[in-house]
T-cell receptor, first 114, second 112 residues
Framework: EPEVTQTPSHQVTQMGQEVILRCVPISNHLYFYWYRQILGQKVEFLVSFYNNEISEKSEIFDDQFSVERPDGSNFTLKIRSTKLEDSAMYFC????????????FGPGTRLLVL | GNSVTQMEGPVTLSEEAFLTINCTYTATGYPSLFWYVQYPGEGLQLLLKATKADDKGSNKGFEATYRKETTSFHLEKGSVQVSDSAVYFCALNLNTGNQFYFGTGTSLTVIP
């Protein structure tokens, strides 16, 4: 069964460094998402992406964040200058079409900023 | 606004016990409701969903009924197994939008 994959599974970085989290959505999916979960808190929506542009973003998704689909398979989340409070589990998700409600999630990348 | 509140964990049950994980929501429109499950080391997997009031979602022995009058979508299973040990997330999706609104997740451990 096709699945969403994410790399790396864990990343440790120093405050102020740039990180890129990678996702490979399910191959025929067109809508892509990033969510994050700070330890002990809710899973929060960050951004949605369709047709090579951001379709929706939350207040969390400020200028430090960017997303890109650099080729036909990868979907990346870049944090330009990490802060301690960016430490969280980051989930990528995808879905096939606008009418499809169900999003398919990857296993997550646990980011720790020191 | 839109939000989901679910029962705090962790929950520990003996095998074959009855499970209830409470979930309530607030929504500005008419949401679809979901339960996702995350097994150790894996992604969030859709467990079940319901798209309108009084619908019952079911899968793998789990059930949840969309109750508009109590704005709830409680997850139940009559007899849990060790393999049900996971984190369970309640979520809503407004059909007009993209994003999911999740609860904090409830960790379930089933002991033999």
């Amino acid at each position: 069964e096709p699945e969403v994959t994410q790399t790396p599974s864990h990343q440790v970085t120093q405050m102020g460094q740039e990180v890129i989290l990678r996702c490979v959505p399910i191959s025929n999916h067109l809508y892509f998402y990033w969510y994050r979960q700070i330890l002990g808190q809710k899973v929060e929506f960050l951004v949605s992406f369709y047709n090579n542009e951001i379709s929706e973003k939350s207040e969390i998704f400020d200028d430090q964040f960017s997303v890109e689909r650099p080729d036909g398979s990868n979907f990346t989340l870049k944090i330009r200058s990490t802060k301690l409070e960016d430490s969280a589990m980051y989930f990528c998700a995808s879905k096939s079409s606008a009418g499809q409600e169900t999003q398919y999630f990857g296993p997550g990348t646990r980011l720790l900023v020191l | 606004g839109n939000s989901v509140t679910q029962m705090e964990g962790p929950v520990t049950l003996s095998e074959e016990a009855f499970l209830t994980i409470n979930c309530t929501y607030t929504a500005t429109g008419y949401p679809s409701l979901f339960w996702y499950v995350q097994y150790p080391g894996e992604g969030l997997q859709l467990l079940l969903k319901a798209t309108k009031a009084d619908d019952k979602g079911s899968n793998k022995g789990f059930e949840a009924t969309y109750r508009k009058e109590t704005t709830s979508f409680h997850l139940e299973k009559g007899s849990v197994q060790v393999s049900d040990s996971a984190v369970y997330f309640c979520a809503l999706n407004l059909n007009t939008g993209n994003q999911f609104y999740f609860g904090t997740g409830t960790s379930l451990t089933v002991i033999p």
